[in-house]
């Protein structure tokens, strides 16, 4: 696929081609196939005029790309944030496509995304926005179409919201168009835990392979959202010590450890780490080149680069967001040799599973207890850990690569077997 002409050209998007490229490669896939499977199948471009407090009118622009429909109804998440473009939302539906053929979900991919910076609305701005963002995309969704579910900027107030348009518009509740919600509306119990849960699954089992035990475990968290703040709460509990965490205002590092619970209140009292007395401030940047066991990249994508990739201190580097490393990154991790990389498609598919089962729990109206929907969380990743790891040395390729070979190869098979619409 050339970027130059295509809408969707820009450097996020080309990574998530490239790494295609290098898993296609191995799997030694017919030019055909290999377009069809990596091009996005459709993209909705929507313009938003919503109402302010102050009675103004302001024109957004929203994004839906659904990657693949073919295993599925299209899932992912939708995002809330100022620098959103349309190729990163193609870039992030392309990653849920083999995120969710990975883990063995019925689902092809799909993300959205609004541009804009949620922080500087008021509660009922935001509600006007996310409820117009919904009304326009409505004709494109729906519980076997398209389930969309939250990401960065967005929550379960904002779901619940976008349910709410959604049934208002076909005239009955239907809590199955969307996951991520509140309980109350039909959440599923684990669910806002889920990602930053399965995130520190793998790093466990991961050290567990390496030999390292929990208390010679040093945790380094850039993104205290709900990922990272998930991911950190349950590696503490483990035995681990989480010495450095950051937000978009800057990090803090104590060689000592973080006081969690007390961060945790900080920052739903001030909205921010900022300011948080609890060690000394770093930025994001800096705290990416401490030295630590684990590093957890939980932010935004694109974060470890050609000019970090050499001065990371830690042995394990969990991807917790979706594409925090660049192909040029990689490749330095790679001939290093000494980094154990979880890739995001594998790391962070917590989020999408406990999605999957919200989803089939609203179809039935049966909902679960927590211990059952994290029996079930823990069997799948254990499941999917396996198949990389037998990939892995089936092909003597990257972790990354044995991932997207596995998750690629799934959504291949279905489009030939499907064959092509006359």
Known sequence: ???????????????????????????GMEAGLRERTKRPRRCVIVSMPVRMDNGTVEIFEGYRVQHNLSTGPAKGGIRFHQDVTLGEVAALAMWMSWKCSLVGLPFGGAKGGVVVNARDMSLTELERLSRRYMQEITPFIGPNIDIPAPDVGTNEQVMAWMMDTYSNHVGHFDP???????????????????????????????????????????????GF???????????????????????????????????????????VTNKSLQGYAGGQAVTNEELLELPCTVLI??????VITEKNAAKLKCRVLAEGANGPTTNEADKIITERGD????????????????????????????????????????????????SVDETQKKYGCSRRSAALVLGISRVAEAKAKRGLFP
């Open 176 to 222: 199955g168009v969307i996951t991520g919600k509140p309980i109350a509306l039909g959440g599923s119990l684990g669910r806002r835990e889920a990602t930053g849960e399965g995130v520190a699954w793998f790093v466990k089992a991961y050290l567990q392979d390496l030999g390292i035990t929990p208390e010679k475990t040093r945790v380094i968290i850039q």
């Open 297 to 302: 990249p939980a932010a935004l994508e694109r």
């Open 339 to 386: 980094i154990e990389l979880i890739p995001d498609v594998l790391c962070n598919s917590g989020g999408v599973i406990v999605s999957y089962f919200e989803w089939l729990q609203n179809l039935q109206n049966y909902y679960w207890t927590k211990g059952e929907v994290f029996d079930k969380l823990y069997r799948m990743l254990a499941k999917a850990k396996a």
């Open 225 to 267: 959202g709900n990922v990272g703040s998930e991911a950190a709460l349950a590696l503490y509990e483990w035995g681990a010590e989480i010495i450095g965490i950051s937000d978009f205002t800057g990090g803090i590092y104590n060689p000592k450890g973080i006081n969690l619970q007390e961060a945790l209140a900080y920052t």
């Open 1 to 27: 696929m050339s970027l130059t002409h295509t809408i969707y050209n820009s450097a996020v998007f080309q990574q998530a081609c490239n790494q295609f490229d290098q898993a296609a490669d191995y799997l």
